[in-house]
């Protein structure tokens, strides 16, 4: 289980600065509505639990404690006083969400039932916010993206080492962007969240992804938007166990293989776009200099 830590969160940004840069400052951007004006704050830090919740189930972390909670809690959200996370997680005990489990002085917290699968997104965003989940899921694709070389050295069966390990950071890089626009996909349907925020940073994530994947096929865009970067909830991949990490790593060093030449047309045509998009630049920025 990968811990959410400053380094994690750290890793994850230099990542996205590498990747799409343009959406360094914007990526985590998250405005709550209920927070802002106060209203339905008892739905919405059930919402946020659950969604803490979630993340642990989906890393299967099945029990979890109210410290745990908490400390998650901070990780996300404006921190809370402890009591206020117990009294939740009580009542969603109470209203028979979630069920208790003491072993001694602990006492864990558990789902009374499986989170649901194949709901719909609207739906699915009434009991749970998704960030948890999502950011977990971007931060496990960044520290792959990180340990490229070292993942590729083990399970490179044939092909250039080089070349496919910067065809692997091109794959984790497109899926923590896919990871992105799935997780502001949801946000727009969150009742407590600011919908119009939400739509521009889908635009700004859409037109970032545009630029990287656009001559990609469009199976290979699909199988990472689809499986790679979706929760399982939503029909993502589940790799909590290890032989399920090590078959979801083995296709991607696959596909890194696969898809080589389409990598390095898509890398050839992006800065193209880059260097056409400074040259504008400076001739705009002369043009206004020179009207002074």
């Given amino acids: 289980m990968l811990e959410i830590t400053e380094l994690t969160i750290y890793i994850l940004e230099k990542v996205i600065h590498e990747v799409a840069p343009e959406l360094l400052n914007v990526y985590n951007i998250r405005e709550d509505e209920s927070e802002e004006q106060q209203i339905k704050t008892g739905q919405l830090h059930?919402?946020?639990?659950?969604?803490?919740?979630?993340?642990?189930?989906?890393?299967?972390?099945?029990?979890?404690?109210?410290?745990?909670?908490?400390?998650?809690?901070?990780?996300?959200?404006?921190?809370?006083?402890?009591?206020?996370?117990?009294?939740?997680?009580?009542?969603?005990?109470?209203?028979?969400?979630?069920?208790?489990?003491?072993?001694g002085r602990l006492v864990y917290y558990i789902f009374s039932e499986k989170p649901p699968e194949d709901i719909s997104s609207f739906w699915f965003t009434r009991l749970f916010c998704v960030?948890?989940?999502?950011?977990?899921?971007?931060?496990?694709?960044?520290?792959l993206y990180s340990i490229a070389d070292i993942i590729i050295r083990k399970h490179l069966k044939k092909g250039n080492f080089?070349?496919?390990v910067e065809c692997f950071r091109y794959l984790t890089g497109i899926i923590i962007l896919f990871i992105l626009k799935n997780r502001s996909s949801k946000c727009?349907?969150?009742?407590?969240?600011?919908?119009?925020?939400?739509?521009?940073?889908?635009?700004?994530?859409?037109?970032?992804?545009?630029?990287?994947?656009?001559?990609?096929?469009?199976?290979?865009?699909?199988?990472l938007l689809e499986k790679y970067a979706e929760i399982p909830n939503f029909g993502g991949y589940h790799f909590e166990d290890n032989n399920k990490?090590?078959?979801?790593?083995?296709?991607?060093?696959?596909?890194?293989?696969?898809?080589?030449?389409?990598?390095?047309?898509?890398?050839?045509?992006?800065?193209?776009?880059?260097?056409?998009?400074?040259?504008?630049?400076?001739k705009e920025d002369n043009k206004q200099i020179s009207s002074f």
């Fill in 46 to 103: 059930e919402n946020r639990i659950l969604g803490i919740m979630l993340k642990f189930y989906l890393e299967g972390k099945k029990k979890v404690t109210t410290r745990e909670v908490e400390l998650e809690y901070k990780k996300f959200y404006k921190d809370i006083a402890r009591s206020t996370v117990s009294t939740y997680l009580n009542i969603l005990k109470k209203e028979g969400t979630l069920s208790k489990e003491r072993n």
């Fill in 131 to 143: 960030d948890p989940a999502y950011f977990y899921r971007a931060i496990y694709f960044s520290s």
């Fill in 162 to 164: 080089d070349e496919t």
């Fill in 188 to 223: 727009i349907l969150c009742q407590f969240g600011k919908q119009e925020r939400y739509l521009d940073l889908l635009e700004e994530i859409n037109s970032a992804i545009k630029d990287r994947t656009d001559v990609l096929p469009s199976e290979l865009q699909d199988l």
């Fill in 245 to 282: 990490e090590i078959e979801m790593i083995e296709e991607l060093t696959r596909l890194a293989n696969q898809y080589k030449k389409d990598m390095e047309y898509q890398t050839m045509v992006l800065n193209r776009r880059i260097n056409t998009r400074v040259s504008e630049k400076v």
